[in-house]
Structure formats: C-alpha cells, structure tokens
C-alpha cells in the first residue's frame, strides 16, 4: 500500500532558528502533497496545498513567506517553518495523493512535533 | 476553514460494545474517508466510499456513503481496547483538491 515518510519525527528548535520537515512518498508518485497543522484535541487544519513543479497554494491566514513550502519531484515536499517562534509549535502532518485514478484516499505522514523554545 | 459536523464528539464504552459515529454536510461530496489517528501519530484511512449508498467493511469496521452524498457513517462491532484513539471522517468534493475533515470523535474503551 501507499506509504508516506515524514521526517524528522520531533524537533527542539530555538526561537529566531529555521526548521525543515521532509515528506517523501516511498512507493507511489505523489502529484499533490498537503501540509496540515494540528493543535492539541483538535482537528486537522490545512496549511498548504503542494504541487509538484509549481508554487505552492496557502490557506487563508497561513503566511508563506514563514512557511516555505518546496515540492520539487513526484516524491519529496518539504516544510520550512523559517524564523520559528513558540507559537509555532505545534503538530505538523503531511499528506500525499496521487491524480491515477481511482482516489485511494490520501496517505498521511506519521507527523513531525515542532518545539519550539 | 470548512469543516463537516462529526458526532459524537467523544464516547467512552465497554470493552464488546458497539460504536456508532457519523458526518453530515450541508455539501455534496464525491468521497467520504473514514481515518483514526493515534496520539503522536497522523491519521491512518481505514475505509474510502466512492459511491452515494455504497456500504463497505473492513473488518469489525462497517462505514456508509449516505444517499444524498451530504452524510456518512462509521460502526465498529464489538470494540476492543486498541480501537482507542480519535476517528475523522473527511470528505472531498472532486477527484481531488484538499480535504476536509470533521473535527473528529474520541472513542475510550473500558476494558
């Protein structure tokens, strides 16, 4: 089946430093990756939506300039939370799809915990 | 951003119950996908509906694609300790762009 890595599982990071979070598909070519943010008890909430080759599109209220977003082949996206402060720790997920029909339904990384101190 | 209505939005039941939980949407959707997600973990698809009506299992896992495409539902029968976690359900409109999730139902399990 389907398989997402994302990496590195948890991160400590100092306020003012970048962080970079790596989400690879190992057996299939993911045409979109998607990046999600999740607060404690809370449910999924999407950041960014990554097309391989082409810029990323953001959600509302999701700054791009802070969260760079780069999908450069069919098998790697990766997040950089640049300039991190405490309160972008959080829970990061990604998730990849592919456009072969039929839609098996998105595959979900195991998620990354950002701290940020 | 949008989400779906997902209730209950926890249950606690005994170990061999039955667990019923659904979605509805003031939406249509062309997909509803069932996920649970471990503490510290993403979210892992247990079951995919494609068609308005289509009833799939997946073991002691039965969920439903409602006929008006607004809804769906997730039972498990007889639910054992490791069924602990929080369910999403999710729906996606096309063959593809995001998801979107309901905000998920916490399920404990009293052994």
């Known amino acids: 089946g389907a398989v997402v890595s994302q990496h590195p599982s948890r991160v400590i990071c100092k306020s003012g430093t970048s962080v970079k979070i790596e989400c690879r598909s190992l057996d299939f070519q993911a045409t979109t990756m998607f990046w999600y943010r999740q607060f404690p008890k809370k449910s999924l909430m999407l950041m960014a939506t990554?097309?391989?080759?082409?810029?990323?599109?953001?959600e509302q209220g999701v700054e791009k300039d802070k969260f760079l977003i780069n999908h450069a082949s069919l098998t790697l996206s990766t997040l950089t939370v640049t300039s991190a402060h405490p309160e972008d720790s959080s829970f990061y997920i990604c998730?990849?799809?592919?456009?072969?029909?039929?839609?098996?339904?998105?595959?979900f990384g195991s998620g990354t915990r950002l701290t940020v101190v | 951003g949008q989400q779906l209505n997902q209730s209950p939005q926890s249950m606690f039941i005994q170990e061999g119950e039955d667990v019923s939980m659904n979605c509805t949407s003031s939406?249509?959707?062309?997909?509803w996908l069932w996920y649970k997600q471990d503490p510290g973990e993403g979210p892992v698809l247990l079951i995919a509906l494609y068609k308005a009506g289509e009833l799939t299992s997946n073991g002691r896992l039965t969920a439903q694609f409602g006929i008006t495409r607004k809804d769906s539902f997730l039972n498990i029968s007889a639910s054992i300790p490791s069924d602990v976690g929080i369910y999403f359900c999710a729906g996606l409109r096309g063959s593809q762009g995001n998801l979107i999730f309901g905000k998920g139902t916490k399920l404990s399990v009293k052994p």
């Open positions: 939406s249509i959707f062309n997909t």
């Open positions: 990554s097309n391989e080759g082409s810029k990323a599109t953001y």
């Open positions: 998730s990849a799809g592919t456009y072969q029909a039929p839609l098996q339904g998105y595959t």
